[in-house]
């Protein structure tokens, strides 16, 4: 694996991790307001936005993580440490969403639309991270698999597996969870630009994105990642698959919500909703009343001059 440190700046890291993450919100606000305005809409707001949503977002997706993984956080100081890895996807939307919640009721902007435009810009944001971010990490990890049973099985020098052991130099493959992240953001991405370019209701995007994200992960991730089991617990170990997660389980929730979210805004709009809104009629301004110009007085000649008569 590579460095997961890109370069230093007055000795300080600069990690991939860090790197992809500010990218992604980039990209994603970008690719955004470009959709907005290719239909009409005021897109230059979605910039200060896009700051409401990060700051809640990343202390939705930190806490989120903590609390599913309390048992990896035995010093307090190490919670703060987001450089490291660590955020959980539906936390950060969560909480993202309520940030975007509080800033777009004060705009033009309707927050169905803005998430509308954002689904795809998001989904390249998770391959960005999965494919580089965790990758350099090593962060995610997956369970320990032979490349006779799983061709594309990985060997990740610096993760829990070798720091346990000790012993950095030693072949331990695993399931590159990383990478099976990055293709659930693949696959959200073709959903999430179908769905845009078929013109749906506003919302339908967004409630889109939240089942889909929480489906493929369930099926293609969450399975082969090496975290706690809640209910339904067993693991295969010729394979490398184990039982049921915690994010399995409320992926549920987010499915069942998003499933509804789609239903229910198509029910009260339609893609007519996206139409572009009216003009804005333009501000009156008086006019300056206009003088009226004066007749010249007709001169009277002396014969029309008529004395008044001698009052004593």
């Known amino acids: 694996m590579f460095d997961p440190v890109a370069f230093h700046v007055f000795g300080w890291p600069i990690r991939w991790y860090g790197i992809t993450m500010a990218l992604s919100l980039l990209i994603a606000t970008y690719l955004g307001q470009r959709l907005l305005e290719s239909r009409g809409r005021k897109g230059e707001y979605v910039w200060?936005?896009?700051?409401?949503?990060?700051?809640?977002?990343?202390i939705g997706?930190?806490?989120?993580?903590?609390?599913?993984?309390?048992?990896?956080y035995t010093n307090f100081i190490d919670i703060f440490k987001t450089y490291e890895g660590g955020l959980s996807f539906h936390g950060g939307i969560a909480f993202g969403l309520l940030g975007c919640w509080l800033y777009y009721r004060r705009t033009p902007l309707k927050l169905y639309e803005v998430m509308d435009?954002?689904?795809?810009?998001?989904?390249?944001?998770?391959?960005?991270?999965?494919?580089?971010?965790?990758?350099?990490?090593?962060?995610?990890?997956?369970?320990?698999?032979?490349?006779?049973?799983v061709p594309w099985a990985m060997n990740f020098p610096f993760d829990e597996y070798h720091l346990a052991a000790n012993d950095t130099a030693a072949i331990i493959t695993?399931?590159?969870?990383?990478?099976?992240?990055?293709?659930?953001?693949?696959?959200?991405?073709?959903?999430?630009?179908?769905?845009?370019?078929?013109?749906?209701?506003?919302?339908?995007?967004?409630?889109?994105?939240?089942?889909?994200?929480?489906?493929?992960?369930?099926?293609?991730?969450?399975?082969?990642?090496?975290?706690?089991?809640?209910?339904?617990?067993?693991?295969?170990?010729?394979?490398?698959?184990?039982?049921?997660?915690?994010?399995?389980?409320?992926?549920?929730?987010?499915?069942?919500?998003?499933?509804?979210?789609?239903?229910?805004v198509n029910r009260r709009a339609g893609a007519?909703?996206?139409?572009?809104?009216?003009p804005e009629p333009e501000p009156e301004t008086e006019r300056p009343k206009a003088r009226r110009a004066r007749k010249p007085r007709a001169k009277k000649s002396p014969a029309d001059k008529k004395h008044k008569p001698f009052k004593k």
């Open 48 to 58: 200060d936005g896009v700051l409401w949503a990060a700051i809640f977002g990343i």
């Open 61 to 72: 997706a930190r806490a989120v993580y903590v609390l599913t993984n309390l048992g990896d």
């Open 117 to 149: 435009a954002m689904a795809p810009g998001i989904a390249i944001g998770i391959m960005l991270v999965r494919f580089i971010g965790n990758l350099s990490n090593g962060d995610i990890l997956g369970y320990k698999v032979s490349r006779e049973v």
């Open 174 to 264: 695993r399931h590159p969870a990383e990478i099976y992240g990055g293709l659930v953001g693949l696959v959200v991405l073709a959903i999430t630009a179908y769905i845009w370019r078929r013109r749906f209701a506003p919302g339908t995007n967004m409630y889109a994105f939240i089942a889909g994200y929480s489906l493929v992960r369930s099926l293609i991730e969450e399975p082969f990642r090496d975290v706690p089991h809640y209910l339904v617990s067993f693991y295969n170990e010729a394979w490398g698959i184990g039982g049921i997660t915690l994010t399995q389980w409320s992926s549920v929730v987010f499915i069942i919500i998003g499933v509804w979210g789609i239903i229910a």
């Open 272 to 278: 007519e909703a996206w139409d572009p809104p009216p």
